[in-house]
């Protein structure tokens, strides 16, 4: 009897609060979630839903390519750094001038060299120059301009090429 007692007693625990509490079927629970939802968006014409996917893909690349460009440029940065070294070490020694001199030379040496007032550059003997290539044999035997000539006894000979 006291088991029936404590049955009779829960149920009534139950009875009481489920009618205190209104009745929400699983109908009401989903339309009450849904007037809480953000309404949908009104839908999108193939034109508007096209740039949107342009955009998104844009945003993308551009994403990838900051990265791309960033290791690209760890890369270059000692590459950069030689260069910058080997530039300020022709333009110390002077190299870099004397190799312009001496091709500013060689492009004008025919017409030059024909001047009465024409004055050697360096001491130097057997000084030779003309159009063309050194070489007769060669396939562009009428393009370019040469100078030779004897310094210190080696001879030395340059040749410019269109």
Same mark, same amino acid.
């Given at each position: &009897?006291? %088991? ?6 829960? +149920? ?7 009618? #205190?509490?209104?009745? =929400? ?6 339309? &009450?979630? &849904? ?10 014409? @193939? *034109? @508007?839903? $096209? ?6 893909? #844009? ?6 390519? *900051? ?6 440029? =760890?890369?270059? *940065? ?9 530039? @300020?070490? %022709?333009?110390?020694?002077? +190299?870099?001038?004397?190799? !312009?001199? %001496?091709?500013? %030379? ?9 001047? *009465?007032?024409?004055? &050697?550059? /360096? ?25 030779? !000539? ?7 000979? /340059?040749? $410019?090429?269109?």
């Amino acid at each position: &009897m006291d %088991i029936w007692l404590v049955i009779i007693v829960g +149920v009534a625990v139950v009875l009481f609060l489920a009618a #205190r509490k209104p009745a =929400q079927s699983p109908l009401m629970r989903s339309s &009450m979630d &849904m007037s809480d939802a953000d309404p949908l968006p009104p839908p999108q014409t @193939e *034109d @508007e839903r $096209l740039a949107g996917e342009a955009a998104a893909v #844009r945003e993308k690349w551009e994403a990838a390519q *900051d990265t791309v460009d960033a290791q690209h440029r =760890q890369d270059l *940065d000692p590459m950069l750094e030689k260069l910058g070294k080997a530039r @300020e070490l %022709i333009k110390k020694s002077g +190299v870099g001038e004397a190799a !312009c001199y %001496i091709l500013r %030379i060689m492009w004008h040496w025919p017409s030059w060299s024909q001047s *009465d007032t024409w004055k &050697m550059p /360096l001491p130097i003997t057997g000084l030779a120059g003309g159009d063309g290539s050194l070489d007769p044999n060669h396939k562009d035997r009428g393009r370019g301009k040469w100078i030779a !000539c004897d310094w210190q006894g080696t001879r030395i000979q /340059l040749q $410019l090429e269109n």
